[in-house]
């Protein structure tokens, strides 16, 4: 993998880059719609690429561990043949998930124990079999195996898990250059900063991520319910920390505004659920500010769902019509919000792009902001 820096903003710490893979090119700042099971809920491909126009999507290796499995994932040729995505994807580790089955799982230095919540069998991930799955299922870039911890979470716990963090960072290393790529083209593994929202471990934990001198490094455990203040205090001291010629990924993050505000503090990479989540309930993200397609005063606004939107969908649907089949429950419904979501994610990403460059960015970010978080 290959990271290169076209031009810094003079007023925040932006920058817009590009990452070079195998599979092809990123242009950065940039967000991966999340593709959980190996595919963006109700958003096919074709629409991923033509409307959406991702450049990377995100993959788990907990759900496609359970579902479908690594022999279907090996027999198909790696993740990529399996969905018909030609272009990067990225998978995280399944910490996250193993963090949120706390009713089902034991952590012990050796690894996680836990049960699927799929059939309730009994599964172990280990710091190396989590590279060994990474492999096989195939992604660009692969996530290092980490605890994330909660919020609110003890100074005692935190370092705790942040220190054992840093030990399987190391079993990890050992086994990513143990092994070698399945399917014929690189694979770049990527540490995790943790340490809770505690400036002491987060400061300590960037310095022991940034040592390994990996090709990218991402920050985790922030966006678990920490007040916005907490997350942009402390990714800014995480991005003062991590070296500046490497991307960064912030995992989990977030709203427009928090996508925004992390680009300024020096962010690269970012990944939510909450576009596609949200579009399912009917929110609809927009360069206006926020609308609830579900209102009754969108029942007879014949108007495009966007006519400020990317994609061709917010053209050519009504804001009365998204209504019809968001309250009937239209499949049709959550595929045209979803779309729509995704498209505006990766238009802002493509414009705050534009404005580092242009060297007008800090003051475009400052307006942008306000008229993201407006109720319309």
């Not at 949120?100 to 799929?118: D, P, Q, T, Y």
């Not at 993050?253 to 020096?266: K, R, S, W, Y």
Request: with cysteine.
């Amino acid at each position: 993998m290959n990271f290169q820096i076209n031009k810094k903003d003079s007023l925040s710490k932006a920058r817009a880059g590009f990452i070079v893979t195998d599979h092809g090119k990123i242009q950065t700042p940039i967000f991966m719609p999340v593709g959980t099971a190996a595919t963006v809920k109700s958003v096919s491909q074709k629409d991923l690429d033509e409307e959406v126009k991702a450049q990377i999507i995100l993959g788990n290796t907990y759900h496609l561990y359970l579902r479908p499995g690594l022999n279907i994932l090996e027999k198909a040729g790696g993740i990529h043949k399996f969905n018909s995505w030609n272009k990067p994807i990225l998978t995280d580790s399944g910490g996250y998930q193993v963090y949120s089955l706390s009713a089902n799982r034991k952590i012990k230095e050796e690894g996680v124990k836990f049960r699927s919540h799929v059939d309730g069998s009994l599964h172990l991930f280990t710091p190396e079999n989590v590279m060994d799955i990474q492999r096989k299922i195939g992604a660009d870039i692969i996530m290092a195996f980490d605890e994330c911890t909660p919020y609110p979470c003890e100074y005692n716990y935190a370092k705790k898990s942040m220190h054992m963090t840093h030990r399987w960072l190391k079993r990890c290393v050992d086994r990513f250059n143990s092994t070698s790529p399945i399917y014929g083209y690189n694979q770049t593994l990527f540490p995790i900063v943790q340490g809770s929202v505690y400036n002491d471990l987060r400061t300590e934990s960037a310095e022991t991520i940034a040592s390994f001198n990996m090709p990218g490094n991402a920050i985790g455990g922030l966006s678990v319910g920490e007040p916005a203040e907490e997350l942009y205090k402390h990714t800014e001291l995480v991005c003062d920390i991590l070296p500046a010629d490497k991307p960064r990924y912030l995992m989990g993050v977030g709203t427009p505004q928090n996508l925004l505000e992390c680009i300024a503090l020096g962010i690269d990479m970012f990944d939510c659920v909450m576009p596609t989540r949200n579009a399912r309930n009917g929110m609809l993200f927009t360069s206006k500010g926020v609308i609830n397609i579900k209102n009754k005063k969108w029942e007879n606004d014949h108007s495009p769902i966007d006519d400020e939107g990317s994609s061709s969908f917010d053209k050519i649907y009504s804001k009365a019509y998204l209504r019809h089949l968001m309250v009937s429950k239209e499949m049709l419904g959550a595929q045209i919000a979803s779309i729509h979501n995704l498209s505006f994610y990766l238009w802002l990403m493509k414009e705050a792009r534009k404005h580092i460059v242009d060297g007008n960015f800090y003051d475009w970010k400052n307006k942008m902001t306000k008229n993201v978080s407006n109720r319309l």
